[in-house]
């Protein structure tokens, strides 16, 4: 089993669609999540850290739930730009860093 | 400009010749890591470094050498490559302190060894 699971898509969705992405991660250990986006073999970038309490940055809201070991990221009134690939990133104890594989996104007009 | 470059872009090469791939910071971060991505596979982390003279294995450290002698550096090594390296590799770099462990990722680099 992966330590970082996500579903790899892909997720078409019409523009202004809210979509919802999970990560499940294994290592309870775990202490910090992110959530990073990466447009078509380009770097990824990271778009928020998730914290215990939740947080939100304009359309995106990002959750934890350390009791289920998973995090989820929501994004609403989604854009053409928002097309892209959604990593889930989770810290170990070691302060290494494990990667889920990348949900696709795909916003059509 | 607040960046993590990394040299060469593109590389192909033939089994068994030893190559470098460069990785630099100018933020001043403690935290730098090496990740391969592979179809399917994700980014896997290789190796990465809490500060200078610290380096620890990630998942998949075989066929790989790293150093820190520098704050800014953390250049990979593959002393003997082979073709199941052949992959993109991205490094990245971090701070440790808050806001933490938020990466910044080289443009990365692109390998093929034949």
């Known amino acids: 089993r992966k330590e970082v699971e996500q579903d790899p898509g892909p997720f078409n969705v019409p523009e202004g669609a809210t979509v919802a992405f999970n990560c499940t991660y294994s290592?309870?250990?775990?202490?910090?999540f992110f959530w990073y986006r990466q447009d078509c073999r380009k770097e990824p970038k990271l778009l928020m850290s998730v914290y215990s309490s939740g947080n939100e940055d304009g359309r995106f809201t990002a959750q934890l739930n350390r009791a289920s070991q998973y995090i989820s990221l929501l994004i609403r009134d989604s854009k053409l730009s928002d097309s892209a690939t959604y990593l889930c990133?989770?810290?170990?104890?070691?302060?290494?860093?494990?990667f889920g594989a990348g949900t696709r996104l795909t916003v059509k007009p | 400009e607040a960046q993590v470059t990394q040299n060469p872009r593109y590389l192909i090469t033939v089994t068994g010749k030893k190559l470098t791939v460069t990785c630099s910071q100018n933020?001043?971060?403690?935290?730098m890591s090496w990740y391969r991505q592979d179809p399917g596979l994700g980014l896997r982390q290789i190796y990465y470094?809490?500060?200078?003279?610290?380096?620890d294995k990630g998942d998949v450290p075989e066929g790989y050498k790293v150093s820190r002698k520098e704050k800014r550096n953390f250049p990979l090594i593959l002393e003997s490559p082979s073709p199941n390296q052949t992959s993109l590799y991205f490094c990245?770099?971090?701070?440790?302190?808050?806001?933490?462990?938020?990466?910044?990722f080289g443009p990365g680099t692109r390998l093929t060894v034949t």
């Open positions: 933020m001043n971060h403690e935290y």
């Open positions: 470094s809490m500060n200078v003279e610290v380096t």
């Open positions: 990133v989770v810290k170990g104890g070691n302060n290494d860093m494990r």
């Open positions: 290592n309870s250990a775990s202490q910090s």
């Open positions: 990245a770099s971090s701070k440790t302190g808050m806001p933490s462990y938020e990466q910044y």
